[in-house]
């Protein structure tokens, strides 16, 4: 049952552009992703954001979701930035940045995942996301998934702090390794509610051992596709490239983000 949602709410997904110039659109796009990979419920009970999270590496450009990228090309720290869904959305205070392994889908995600990335105190000027001002608890380590072991989903996640912060045990001092932990169980901890943007991107390392499920081989077949039907892009990126809508699309492509956005709903909820 839950494959069957997943690979229909993923044959769905080429309605949903990659990127376009309608935030509230992308926002869609991405939640649709974070539910056809199976993100959402595993790695998160639910996911809501408020504004786009754009991951930008050197020499690739701003990802789509999902976008199968190579372990060198993962391997500097991508720069961030968000955009709001509505001018009165606004980024003040501090937030926590996480980027965890979820492993390939159908992964187990209470046995904890690799964390990449994690740093408190972040703060947003404009639509940059300052890493330099916060505690980089574990600094960014790109990911480097064993061979063999699938298309592991990383999973770059922005949550609000609360204004009486603490870091939870274990997590209060800067530079600590790349490490398993539990990413629910530090949200709880730390008190942070659900991301207000995120994104995520996929590597995989030499060829699965096991037969691959049906979501990453939608996932990957299914970008590519998005980016070859692109008439133009900026992004001169291998694995999909950056959509820019032209914006006499956006209505057409709002409707098909939606209607997958509702249809991903429907199955899920068919799926408990
Ligand atoms: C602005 O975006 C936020 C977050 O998505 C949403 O809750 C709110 O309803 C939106 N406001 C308007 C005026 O569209």
């Known amino acids: 049952m839950i494959s069957l949602s997943v690979i229909l709410s993923l044959a769905l997904i080429p309605f949903v552009q990659a990127q376009s110039n309608d935030p509230v659109l992308d926002i869609a ?69 996480v980027m965890a392994d979820a492993g390939p ?6 046995k904890g995942q690799t964390r990449h990335w994690l740093v408190n105190g972040v703060t947003v000027a404009g639509n940059t ?27 770059v996640l922005l ?19 790349v490490s398993v932990f539990n990413l629910e169980d530090y949200v709880t901890s730390a008190n942070l ?22 979501t990453s081989a939608v996932v990957s077949s299914t970008l590519s596709g998005m980016a070859a039907s692109k008439p133009s892009s900026p992004s001169t990126s291998a694995g999909g490239a950056v959509a820019q809508t032209p914006h006499a699309n956006s209505a057409a492509a ?12 429907i199955f899920g909820l068919l799926a408990v």
Do not use: C, W
Not at 105 to 110: A, M, R, S
Not at 130 to 144: D, V
Not at 254 to 265: E, R
């Open 29 to 97: 796009a991405i939640q649709a992703h974070f539910s056809g990979s199976g993100l959402v419920p595993s790695l998160l009970p639910s996911f809501n954001p408020s504004a786009v999270l754009t991951v930008s590496y050197s020499g690739v450009g701003n990802i789509s979701p999902g976008q199968a990228l190579t372990q060198t090309q993962v391997k500097p720290a991508p720069s961030l930035s968000l955009t709001p869904a509505n001018s009165s959305v606004s980024f003040t205070g501090k937030y926590t940045l």
């Open 105 to 110: 889908p159908g992964t187990d995600e209470t």
């Open 159 to 177: 949550f609000s702090q609360p204004a009486m912060f603490t870091p939870p045990t274990g997590f209060s001092q800067p530079n600590m390794g």
């Open 254 to 265: 709002s409707a098909g983000g939606s209607f997958a956005v509702i249809l991903t709903s």
């Open 129 to 155: 996301i300052s890493i330099e001002g916060g505690t980089a608890i574990t600094q960014y380590a790109g990911p480097a998934p064993p061979s063999g072991s699938g298309a592991h989903r990383y999973a």
């Open 193 to 214: 509610g659900t991301p207000i943007a995120g994104n995520y991107l996929t590597v995989e390392e030499g060829t699965a051992t096991f037969s691959a499920s049906p």
